[in-house]
């Protein structure tokens, strides 16, 4: 006899259970392999370039490049970064992120293990090249692997650990690139990319399903994608390169910037005109992702920057290397580990336009710590409070940010958010470098020339500091050269106050700016809660409320 349990006469059939809303993951385990290849995938994108730079004078020497030419070595792997976005997206579109990933994490540790056996310049800037079309594809499609395999009520621990590999890899290297090169080789900042790119192919390949075919196939928009890729590139370079050619009095900074944007131009008018648009223009422009990008790209620069000003400052001023540099960054990115679950259970259980404005405030605060108190004698030490608080800022901030996007996305938008996220975090870092290099040469040029007006010859305080410092440097040589000393002391001194007072202008524009974006968070309305079909992640954190029940009939008639 069956268990099962007869139907009452006269009752309604059982109804079925709801369908699961379309474009969300099936239900079923949580792919935990493919969220260690995530991570892996975030982290190799970004530690890779942070290495070079940091590495850059090893590495120069080891090819013998000069350093106008060694400018080259990083600008080739994120231009083909750049160029290869749009592609990126069609083509995970076409084939599944699953097997372009494991292909293109293949192709990367095959071409970093032949980036350390590099003997010229040209052989290590093709590599370059090759390497940035390789993990061109991670940060795009690792992001969509998330929203489109894990179960909705993780995506905001998803998210969370994607924002803490793309700050962790980029405070790390500093470390990493120092101990390499003092007990290892120069080679290792390019190797140690094989072990992680394969542990990421493995992941991927036994440890997640593969991806269902499309229902339809994305639309080869050839011209658009080319236009697109290329502008962005030429556009890139200039930036990349700009600081160093002195901008705009360089022909091939104007010429990179020009084709640049006729290029991205025709890509928008074509976008515009085409039957077969690569990208809806009304879903890039129109509300909430133009604001919401222009957020993640500031937050790029406010976190490039900050790792840009400290180690100038460390650097130029105190002469530190870079392994010294690198134990002042990982107060950055030691304090992720904590942060990043503190972070995904806030925006589980608040609005993540709250999450991000606490990061904000924790940003501002930090900046504002180091401008007012940083002196030519600060060390490692008395940067720990506000890299602490840059620590919890830049992973709530970030996190929030891209969590509120999410909450706007529709499920088809998974790779284009992706690549907006990319184009965003790779632009908008390389803005913030730029701008903030330009702002603190300029300032602390501005600097130097103030202090030398007070520093003239025959003056009693100038005579009585160069002899201090003779008599400081001078005990055992004759007194003409230790006066010569003395004054080559005193020429450090102005270049270190100089120097100084750069860094600290710079914390001072990146906590005015983000004072602004606190502004542009706080005046964005909250994230609709509306259909499945509209906002896919909110039906599995809200179940849907149970339905009224129908008023009772009235005794002595008929039910409806």
């Avoid at 679950?341 to 336009?353: T, Y």
């Avoid at 790779?426 to 290099?437: R, Y």
Wanted: with cysteine; hydrophobic share 50%; proline share 8%.
């Amino acid at each position: 006899m069956s268990g099962a349990v007869p139907a009452v006469a006269g009752s309604p059939p059982a109804a079925p259970p709801p369908a699961a809303p379309a474009g969300l993951p099936p239900a079923g385990p949580i792919p935990w392999w493919g969220l260690a290849a995530v991570l892996l995938g975030t982290f190799i994108s970004t530690l890779n370039g942070r290495l070079s730079t940091f590495g850059l004078g090893d590495i120069r020497g080891a090819v013998g490049a000069g350093f106008d030419e060694g400018a080259w070595i990083t600008t080739a792997q994120t231009v083909a970064q750049m160029l290869i976005l749009p592609f990126a997206i069609w083509i995970g579109g076409v084939f599944g992120a699953r097997r372009v990933l494991i292909e293109a994490a293949l192709a990367y540790a095959f071409i970093t293990l032949l980036e350390g056996f590099s003997s010229n310049l040209g052989m290590l800037l093709v590599l370059q090249f090759a390497g940035g079309i390789a993990s061109g594809f991670f940060i795009p499609l690792t992001l969509s692997f998330i929203l489109r395999a894990t179960p909705p009520r993780l995506w905001a621990y998803g998210i969370a650990l994607y924002a803490l590999n793309l700050e962790l890899s980029l405070n790390i290297s500093a470390s990493l690139e120092g101990w390499y090169v003092d007990h290892l080789s120069w080679r290792w900042i390019f190797w140690q990319n094989v072990p992680l790119a394969l542990g990421m192919t493995a992941c991927f390949k036994w440890g997640t399903r593969p991806d269902p075919k499309p229902a339809v196939i994305p639309k080869s928009d050839r011209f658009g994608l080319a236009t697109s890729g290329v502008g962005m590139a030429l556009i890139y370079a200039a930036l990349d390169q700009g600081n160093r050619l002195d901008w705009l009095n360089s022909g091939l900074i104007c010429g990179l910037l020009i084709a640049g944007v006729i290029l991205v131009a025709v890509f928008l008018l074509h976008e515009r005109t085409t039957a077969m648009p690569f990208i809806n223009l009304k879903v890039a422009f129109g509300r909430p992702l133009p604001r919401l990008l222009l957020l993640v790209a500031f937050l790029r620069l406010t976190i490039l920057s900050t790792a840009f000003l400290i180690p100038q400052y460390l650097g130029q001023v105190r002469g530190f290397r870079a392994l010294e540099v690198g134990q002042t960054l990982i107060w950055i990115a030691a304090p992720q580990l904590i942060v990043c679950p503190l972070a995904a259970l806030s925006l589980r259980r608040s609005d993540p336009r709250l999450v991000s404005s606490v990061g904000f405030i924790l940003i501002a605060i930090a900046c504002l710590i180091v401008a007012h108190g940083l002196t030519p004698v600060w060390s490692s030490d008395q940067f720990l409070v506000s890299q602490l608080l840059q620590a919890v800022g830049q992973s709530f901030a970030l996190s929030g940010i891209i969590f509120f996007g999410i909450l706007h996305l529709k499920p088809q938008d998974a790779l284009t958010f992706g690549a907006a996220i990319q184009t965003a975090r790779l632009m908008g870092g390389q803005i913030g470098t730029a701008f903030i290099a330009t702002l603190v040469r300029v300032r602390s040029q501005t600097a130097s020339n103030h202090i030398g007006q007070h520093v003239t010859i025959g003056d009693p305080a100038v005579l009585q500091r160069l002899g201090a410092y003779a008599a400081a440097t001078g005990r055992s040589v004759d007194p003409v050269t230790a006066a010569g000393r003395g004054a080559t002391v005193l020429g450090q001194v102005v270049r270190s106050a100089a120097a100084t007072q750069g860094v600290i202008d710079g914390f001072v524009v990146i906590g005015g700016l983000t004072a602004l974006a606190l502004a542009l968070v706080v005046a964005h309305k909250p994230a609709p809660i509306g259909p499945a079909s509209h906002l896919p992640l909110f039906s599995g954190l809200f179940p849907p409320r149970p339905a009224p029940e129908p008023p009772a009939a009235p005794s002595g008639t008929a039910a409806p």
